[in-house]
């Protein structure tokens, strides 16, 4: 399905019923990328997973990227469907987007998991960003991203383009203490202790200025620690969250 919103044509899908379930994925990923976690749509939930303004098969024709904006189209989605309040999962940047969501409309989010998403980005990561291009994936990695990204080769040089202006923005991922202290979501913070680009320093910064929130470290975990062998454990532990750790 296709929303034209915000001078792009946001695609999202939907799968499952019951209790609306917001999945947004990370970037240079799509919405489709829960498949990887769920096999099927969790019992009781409908999966509306959107992509990303760029990603997938959603437009992004004046190629600027902002999270800030992603959580306006999202906020608009959600508004075209009729869904004032909603609980949510965010893996690395659909967290930060969500984390704008949060704070720039505290109702709307009932209540969220943040997976692997920083408060801000560290300089070992800037340096990381400034370098990233196709030579750093194997050629698995790339034909996944063709995928996931149907537009061509342009659209990929978009994504990996949009990943290396990260470096030099300051004001998009900038969540202080005071501004995360403005979300009213129960919230989840879901961090591995061997995340490669984010410190988990930053998990226990983020715990200490939401005001309802837990933590999860999960050991050994990498970057977007809930996949493979982590996958059921997530699941349990979302499913518990959501329903009040009953």
Known sequence: MVLEVNGIELY?????G??????????????????YLFKEPPEGYRIIAPDLRGHGKTTNPDRVFTFRQCAHDVHALLGHLNIPRIKAIGLSGGGLTLLHMATSAPASIESMIIVSAPPYFP?????????????????ADMERMRQ?????????????????????????????????????????????????????????????????SYLWVVP????????????????????????GWR
């Open 12 to 16: 999202w899908e939907e799968h499952g």
């Open 18 to 35: 019951g209790e609306p379930l917001l999945w947004l994925h990370g970037g240079m990923g799509h919405g489709a990328d829960w498949r």
């Open 123 to 139: 300089e070992q990561v800037r340096a990381i960003q400034r370098q990233y291009s196709e030579a750093m994936l194997g050629e």
């Open 148 to 212: 996931r990204h149907p537009r061509g080769e342009a659209q990929l040089r978009e994504l990996f383009a949009m990943s290396r202006a990260f470096a030099d923005s300051y004001d998009d991922v900038n969540f202080t203490p005071p501004y995360l202290g403005t979300i009213t979501a129960e919230t989840l913070i879901v961090f591995g202790d061997r995340d490669p680009l984010y410190p988990v320093s930053l998990a226990f910064e983020l715990r200490s200025a939401i005001p309802k």
């Open 220 to 243: 050994n975990g990498g970057h977007g620690p809930i996949f493979g062998e982590q996958a059921p454990q997530f699941i349990d532990t979302a499913r518990r969250f959501f329903r």
